[in-house]
């Protein structure tokens, strides 16, 4: 398994690199069509979730086009939440690097702010370790709750592709919001307001 940098430890979570010991409840959500609602894949059966777990075990994350995938879990007790993954844009040229932030939850863990402090700690990680000069987030415009989360992150709306995609049988429009590297810095008693001193 490749090494990389992990996002630091907020006040609630802790975000670590998966393991085989991840499928199982990594399948329990994958498989939920309310899980793959605003996503471009369909539920995921077993076996498409066992070649995910592997991928993400063997990945590395040290040119452009890499995945930084990270499950997301309680500090205090154990528990998978879900995940969220920070990618290395291809279109990134020399020490100047670009990016985008997805993520998922298992359903009892939406709506708590979980995602928003993940999202906090992988912005940490590619701003302030990993030297990222933009992030980008992809969403379905539907998709109001992670719409939510990155505008608390303070990331700006950019762009409405309108019926975009043509996706599980309907079109549908996508949102980009993103941030850049001297706002996260502008903001960073905001942004960084979840970590403890």
């Known amino acids: ?117 993940a999202a906090a700690a992988v912005l940490e990680l590619a701003f302030g370790k990993l030297n990222f000069h933009r992030v980008q987030a992809r969403l379905d415009e539907r998709n109001t709750a992670s719409a939510a989360v990155c505008e608390r992150l303070g990331m700006r709306r950019e762009a409405l592709l309108a019926e975009n995609y043509f996706l599980k049988g309907e079109w549908t429009s996508e949102l980009i919001y993103a941030l850049l590297i001297k706002d996260w810095r502008q903001s960073g008693a905001a942004t960084r307001r979840a970590f403890p001193a």
């Open 1 to 117: 398994m490749a090494e990389y940098p992990l996002p630091p430890t907020t006040e609630r979570l802790k975000l670590r690199r998966f393991t085989g010991a991840d499928l199982d409840p990594f399948f329990a959500y994958q498989s939920l069509p309310e899980t793959a609602r605003y996503l471009l894949n369909e539920p995921r059966t077993y076996t498409e979730c066992m070649a995910r777990i592997a991928m993400y075990v063997d990945s590395s994350f040290d040119k452009p086009g890499d995945w930084a995938s990270f499950a997301i879990e309680r500090a205090d007790t154990p528990g998978f939440l879900g995940e969220i993954a920070l990618k290395w844009d291809l279109s990134a040229e020399g020490a100047s690097k670009t990016g985008e932030i997805g993520w998922t939850l298992i359903p009892d863990a939406r709506g708590k702010g979980f995602a928003t402090e």
